[in-house]
Every structure is written in C-alpha cells, then in structure tokens.
C-alpha cells in the first residue's frame, strides 16, 4: 500500500490581540520519499516578547531544513541538529536581550515508513488516537503546581543546552495523531479526542476542536493539527532494525518444534553466528527457510542489524527485476501469526548449490558451466544496477533450483548503501573469492609500466563480485581455485598469474580461456568492468575471441625478486668465501 496521510490544521488568535501560535507540515518532494512527512506545531511564550517570530522560525526552519539532512540519518538525529541549530540562534539573541525573548515551545511529528518519531520540548501536545482511544504521548515540561501551571521548564532558546523529549513508535492504518498548543488541551478533554479523530476530514477535525475550545472560553491563542494515516510505506531499515531490537532471538530449535505456527522439518546450517531450518506451514503444507541468530549472538546488537539489514534488503529488491534470481522474503507470516522472536522467512526451493554440484562431480563441463554462468552474470547485472554489491559469490551462494532457475543466496554482507557501519568496514566474504583490492594488493601505473604494490584495501566494488562468480567459473570448469585456497584470518597471496583453465580440464576451449584469465586477473584494470561486459564475452564465444592477456611479468608480480636475488647472491658468495679461508690451502 502506497503511503497516503490526510493532514488538516487551524489556528486562531482568540481572545488575544497576536497570535503567537505557528503550525506547519511538509511533504516530500519527488525523490525524497525516504524522508516521510513531518507536521510541527508551536507556541511561541509572551513574557518578553518575541513569541511569534520564535515559533514562526523554529517550526519553519525544522520542517525545511529537515529535508537536507542525509536519507542515512535516523530521524532522531536529523530532528536533534536542526533544533540544537535553531536553539543555539535563538540563545545567541537572548545573550545580548534582557529579560530573554523569543522563547518558543515545540512539538514535530514525522512519519517516516511504517514508524512515527516524536520531538518535544515544553507544553504543547500530542495525542495518538488508536483504536477508538487517545494516548498522551508528550509530557508538559512545566511547574508541577496549580498557580505556576503556565511556567515552562523548558523551551526553545532559554538555555544553551536544550534537552529534547524524544519517542519512537509502529505505525498502523487508521492511526490519527492531534497536536494541540495549551490554549486548546487545556480546554477540550483527552476523553472527547476520539470524537474528533472519528470525522472523515482532518481539516474539519482540527477547525472543530479550535471552535470547541474558544466556546469553552479559552484565553490563549488556539491551534491544533490533525494526522490521519491512510496508507504506509515499505518498511524503511530503521522499521526493521528496531524491530530486530525488540524481538528476542529463538531458542534452539529441534525438528518437530513449533515456533509461530511453523514446524521445523530439519536442521540446515549453523556456522556460529546465524541458524538456517527448513520448517513447514501445517496448513499449507509449504516449506520455508527460516534464518536467524545463535543463540550465543543474541546480544550482539550489531549481529542483529547486519540480519535486519539482510531481511530489509531482501525485501526492497523484491520490487525489482533482480527478484528473479533471489529468494522471496516474507514480510509478513503465512500463517497470519504477529512474530514471537526475531527471523527472517524465505521461500524453500529444492535443487543444488554449485558447490554440491562439484562435491558430486569435481567439475563440469564447458557447455554446462557456460550455461550456469550466464545466469549467474544475469543476475548479478540486474543486483549492480540496483546498487548492491553482493561481496560473497561463491559457489555455495549460487543454487540451482528444481525449476531451472539459478538463484544468488546469502544477502547477509551486502552492501546497499545503507548498511550498519561494522557491517561496511567488514572484511566479509571467503577469502579464497576475495579480489587483490581487498587485501591492499593492487597495480598501479608509471610511465606506462605496471608495478605492484601493497597498501590499504579498497573496499569491494561490483567488480569484486565479478571476480568472485570468475574465480567460481573457474573452479566449476577445473575443480581447483586460480589462486589456490585461502584459509580463514589468512591473507590471499597473488604473486603469479594463474595457470590458463585448459591445463586442467582439455575440454575448455582457448576462448573461454582467455576469458578466465582476464575475469581474475591479477591487474583490476585487465578486468571486467560490469556483468554485461563479461557476459557478452562468453555470448560472443569463439566468433568473437579475446585476445590473451599479457603475462605478469616477475618484477611486477614480486617487486621483492630483487632484493631475493641479491640476498641469495651474497649468501653465496659468503659461503664460498668461508670455504676458501676453512679449506684451502694457504
């Protein structure tokens, strides 16, 4: 459902001669739908003067300048800059102004996804009507006495350091939100809220509850917005991160274990930090994939983002033309059930990996690798122009499934651009797939010659998953790795140029060969640059060869060869010099 808010403001001065009260709300503009949509409201304090152009400035400048803060913010701290910021201005003025002025109290609502952030500061109000009842979500930041009722604890501009009440929370469909100044919730009952919330029009509801307090004799300027939610939006990363937070992880499950309506069939995988059980819908009859934490993870709160991070990205590419080499993610359970813990639910699909593939064969033939690759680049191209770089293509993340379709598997360590930080400063991936680049080796270039150089890893780029899905083609056609294998916590080793596939398996032809040896070669530059490119090679086969990729020569491969050399030379000399001085005759 598309995300869809119906918003409707009123404000009137009263029985005051200024109205000091200013309320505002701001859509997104086109491309900036990730942000949601953010109402404020605020009531600028009379003592002093200066009322108005607080709050008019303060509501103005959040509802704006909220819109170019970046997307990765949470929207806590985009809401805490902008208001430190205005705060700070305001406190500037009141240095040189005594008594202090412009004061202003605040509340500012944004809907953002499938969630709602609140900010406060004073005693403006916000109520969430749900289900026929209102809840208080602001508390009044005022004199806890009967007579000093109307003196605020805090505002907008009295002090440097401002402290701002802030609260999170799911949003659902028909939720209404009223955010009123003193001048109306000091008048109308929290009871009557529902009333209000129940009219058809947000516009009509808040013009009623200004009327409603100016007939019960209100004294103060009068405003109120009124936020009814239609429809949501996908659920955002921080939707799904805070649900990660709030749900406990699983205890270990047994086959015959029920666990929301499921039953766990069978055990797949534990590798330490995630779990994988297959387990059935009784109702259906269907099978899932259900992957969550170790129990020994469950508090790690970085473990939980990376998973949340997986399960949202799989998600949002599911609206793509990518879906059709990934595994469909459940949002919501089969079994109409609200999740009890914290797991992300795939589609099952019968069929192979590569790698059982290979365990059963050692290795395949060109026609049926070729065939197995294409796919394969397929849907990595349709991944990269998504903007995910997938970082652990190999070939047990590559499944062939029953019905012929090759999926990708694992989106555990992708990047999306907006993956948790530890997640992105990650070395992720199996070593014996990781290109040159990641582990500080790369060829750099000098008067037209190429040297090779150790220095700081670059981060992985869609040409690291190109390399990857060419170190696995490799592997399928020859049963062995062009590098050789590299255990975990070492580091990859790339002092030669790896033996041409043909040396291996006689099958593979001189083309596909050359093909090979420039999807992983040594030199990023000698590689393919995109999926396309390197599928169109395999495509264009023998009638379009490549050429051959130039040797590495050893000065290049080894910079070091130099020093070997001469180390070894003077060893030698040294020896022979002890032998004279030992042996022969004087």
């Known amino acids: ?6 918003i409707g403001f009123a404000s009137q001065t009263g029985r005051k001669t200024l109205n000091e009260d200013f309320c505002a709300a701001m859509l997104p503009s ?3 739908e990730g942000h949601g949509s953010i109402v404020a409201i605020a009531d600028g304090v009379s003592a002093g003067g200066m009322g108005r152009e607080a709050a008019q400035t ?20 985009a809401l805490d800059r902008i208001i430190a910021a205005q705060n700070a201005w305001l406190c500037g003025i009141n240095r040189r102004r005594q008594p202090a002025m412009g004061l202003t109290t605040l509340t500012a609502l944004v809907l953002r996804g499938q969630s709602y952030t609140l900010a406060h500061v004073g005693d403006t109000r916000c109520y969430l009507v749900r289900d026929g009842r209102a809840t208080q979500l602001t508390q009044d930041h005022v004199v806890n006495h009967p007579d000093f009722k109307h003196q605020l604890l805090r505002s907008v501009g009295a002090e440097d350091h401002l402290v701002v009440d802030y609260q999170q929370g799911e949003l659902q469909v028909g939720d209404v939100f009223i955010l009123m100044t003193d001048g109306v919730h000091g008048e109308v009952s929290a009871r009557r809220l529902p009333e209000f919330a129940a009219l058809a029009d947000a516009r009509e509801a808040s013009e009623k509850l200004v009327d409603q307090a100016l007939a019960k004799g209100s004294n103060d300027n009068v405003s109120a917005i009124v936020v009814r939610v239609r429809g949501l939006q996908e659920a955002t990363l921080a939707d799904a991160n805070r649900l990660a937070q709030a749900l406990p992880i699983p205890a270990r499950l047994k086959v015959g274990d029920t666990l929301d309506g499921f039953t766990v069939t069978a055990p797949i995988a534990d590798n330490g930090i995630n779990v994988l059980y297959q387990i059935r819908d009784p109702a259906s009859q269907a099978l899932y994939a259900l992957k969550t934490l170790n ?17 949202w990205l799989a998600q949002r590419m599911q609206s ?22 914290f797991y992300v639910l795939y589609d099952w699909h019968g069929g192979e990996t590569w790698q059982q593939l290979l365990d059963k064969q050692g290795r395949m033939s060109p026609a049926t690798a070729l065939g197995y690759a294409m796919q394969a680049l397929r849907a990595l191209g349709r991944l990269h122009r998504q903007g995910v770089v997938h970082r652990d293509i190999k070939p047990a993340n590559l499944h062939l499934g029953d019905d012929g379709v090759l999926r990708v598997l694992d989106l555990g360590v992708a990047l999306s ?10 070395h992720a ?46 592997q399928l056609l020859t049963g062995k790795l062009p590098y050789g294998e590299v255990l975990p916590y070492q580091v990859g080793r790339y002092y030669r140029d790896p033996t041409a596939p043909s040396r291996h398996n006689p099958e593979v032809p001189i083309w596909l060969d050359h093909v090979l040896q420039k999807a992983v070669a040594r030199d990023q530059r000698q590689r393919f640059e995109t999926a396309e490119e390197f599928l169109l090679a395999l495509e264009r086969g023998a ?3 490549l050429n051959a990729p130039q040797g590495t020569p050893l000065m290049q491969r080894d910079p070091s060869f130099v020093w070997k050399l001469a180390t070894f030379v003077l060893g030698l000399v040294n020896c022979l010099l002890v032998y004279w001085l030992l042996f022969l005759p004087k």
């Open 1 to 6: 459902m598309a995300f869809d808010i119906d």
């Open 30 to 32: 086109a491309g900036q």
């Open 58 to 77: 303060t509501v103005t400048s959040l509802v704006r300048d909220y819109f170019g803060t970046p997307e990765t913010w949470d929207t806590t701290v």
């Open 295 to 311: 129990t020994a993870r469950a508090h790690d709160l970085e473990e939980r983002a990376m998973l949340a991070h997986e399960a």
């Open 320 to 341: 793509s033309r990518a879906a059709d080499n990934l595994v469909a993610v459940h949002e919501t359970l089969p079994t109409g059930r609200e999740r009890s813990a």
């Open 417 to 426: 651009g907006r993956e948790p930080a530890p997640m992105r400063a990650l």
């Open 429 to 474: 991936g199996t070593p014996s797939y990781v290109n040159p680049e990641q582990w500080g080796f790369r060829t750099t270039a000098a008067n037209g010659q190429g040297d090779a150089e150790e220095g700081e890893a670059q981060l992985p780029n869609a040409q690291s998953d190109l390399f990857a899905l060419g170190v696995s083609l490799y």
């Open 543 to 545: 009638s379009r060869p």
